[in-house]
């Protein structure tokens, strides 16, 4: 499944039905008089938060939604029927953004939760509701209010309660495939991953979900590299691991470098990314011998670093250590099987509802 994290679509409720014009033609029932009914509600644009749903992609095949029209009144007093509500369901931790205005229009932050975005068009007055003393026979009758529309972005923040983050082979991809069940592209290259990656960690009874972002690099801010547009993902996150080469190769050059061309990219960005707790992790242990690390490790300290993880992504060493101190900024209840499942399933529209698949 491609990744897509930001779409534009148009959105219409339905108009209301016209009432009707009629009059009574029965049999023994002198003048009759006026019966035309009420025309039907129109279709709301109802939004609604699904689990297993990762991805806007769909949204760059289907742009233009549109609610349905609620029917005409009819004779004999008969009201018009409302036209169903247009529900478009969209994946946990989904912003509606006005194109107009830049407002955010609803944040989708649990599954199931739905917004009402547009309401359709109030049904006409058919002539039976314009029938006074004085005006026995009206002909009038009202169309019907249209329906609103609209242009609007979705743009996915995805939800997990830890980021990952660094610069281009730091070892982001081996770690997350070292402690969950995501499969990401490993190679010996810069931005080896392109797109936001999700896994659910199980470590010591507990769950958690970790998003893997690209990595940065100097100048991210303003559009260097794949820029910063993928810092979105790890807004809402709780603690953010950040993982530095121990052998100082590539951008960054030693790992107290590295690390504080990470931190001023998150300080750029905003949103409050660079007050988030950060675990410092000296990633490819594997790689290097204990003075080698032991020294970077106090560099990192005098840089500013609280507390230094020495670990290896490829063979595991020193990542229960850490993944035991990302606990302690986690709550007991943290990454339900609602959670683990919205990154690990797939979902399925029925009826008259419209759902990516």
């Known amino acids: 499944m491609h990744f897509l994290d930001?779409?534009?679509?148009?959105?219409?409720?339905?108009?209301?039905?016209?009432?009707?014009?009629?009059?009574?033609?029965?049999?023994?029932?002198?003048?009759?008089?006026?019966?035309?009914?009420?025309?039907?509600?129109?279709?709301?644009?109802?939004?609604?938060?699904?689990?297993?749903?990762?991805?806007?992609?769909?949204?760059?095949?289907?742009?233009?939604?549109?609610?349905?029209?609620?029917?005409?009144?009819?004779?004999?007093d008969r009201t018009g029927a409302s036209a169903p509500p247009l529900v478009i369901k969209v994946p946990v931790g989904t912003q509606i953004i006005s194109d107009?205005?830049?407002?955010?229009?609803?944040?989708?932050?649990?599954?199931?939760?739905?917004?009402?975005?547009?309401?359709?068009?109030?049904?006409?007055?058919?002539?039976?509701?314009?029938?006074?003393?004085?005006?026995?026979?009206?002909?009038?009758?009202?169309?019907?209010?249209?329906?609103?529309?609209?242009?609007?972005?979705?743009?996915?923040?995805?939800?997990?309660?830890?980021?990952?983050?660094?610069?281009?082979?730091?070892?982001?991809?081996?770690?997350?495939?070292?402690?969950?069940?995501?499969?990401?592209?490993?190679?010996?290259?810069?931005?080896?991953?392109?797109?936001?990656?999700?896994?659910?960690?199980?470590?010591?009874?507990?769950?958690?979900?970790?998003?893997?972002?690209?990595?940065?690099?100097e100048g991210a801010a303003e559009g260097a590299g794949v820029g910063d547009r993928f810092l979105g993902h790890i807004e809402r996150c709780r603690v953010l691991i950040h993982l530095i080469d121990i052998t100082g190769i590539g951008p960054g050059q030693d790992p107290a470098e590295a690390m504080k061309i990470v931190e001023a990219e998150l300080d750029a960005y905003g949103s409050e990314l660079a007050d988030k707790p950060r675990l410092i992790a000296l990633n490819k242990l594997d790689l290097a011998d204990a003075e080698l690390a032991e020294g970077f490790a106090q560099e990192l300290k005098d840089a500013g670093a609280k507390e230094v993880f020495v670990i290896s992504g490829a063979t595991g060493e020193g990542i229960d250590r850490l993944l035991d101190a990302v606990l302690g900024y986690l709550p007991e209840a943290t990454a339900t099987e609602t959670k683990a499942a919205a990154v690990e399933e797939t979902d399925e529209g029925e009826g008259g509802e419209w759902s990516p698949v």
């Open 6 to 76: 930001q779409a534009k679509i148009y959105i219409k409720s339905g108009g209301g039905g016209p009432g009707a014009v009629g009059f009574r033609r029965e049999k023994y029932i002198e003048y009759g008089g006026p019966d035309g009914g009420d025309g039907g509600r129109g279709g709301d644009v109802v939004f609604e938060a699904v689990a297993g749903l990762n991805t806007l992609i769909d949204f760059r095949y289907t742009q233009h939604f549109k609610a349905r029209r609620g029917s005409h009144g009819m004779g004999k």
């Open 100 to 217: 107009e205005t830049g407002e955010v229009l609803a944040d989708f932050t649990e599954v199931g939760q739905r917004e009402v975005l547009l309401e359709g068009g109030l049904g006409g007055r058919g002539n039976a509701s314009y029938k006074t003393s004085t005006n026995r026979a009206p002909r009038q009758h009202q169309p019907g209010l249209p329906g609103e529309e609209m242009w609007v972005w979705l743009r996915l923040k995805l939800l997990a309660d830890v980021g990952l983050l660094g610069l281009p082979n730091a070892g982001k991809s081996t770690f997350i495939n070292q402690i969950t069940n995501a499969r990401a592209k490993v190679g010996d290259y810069a931005f080896t991953t392109l797109v936001p990656k999700l896994g659910v960690v199980r470590h010591k009874g507990r769950e958690f979900v970790l998003a893997d972002i690209p990595g940065l690099i």
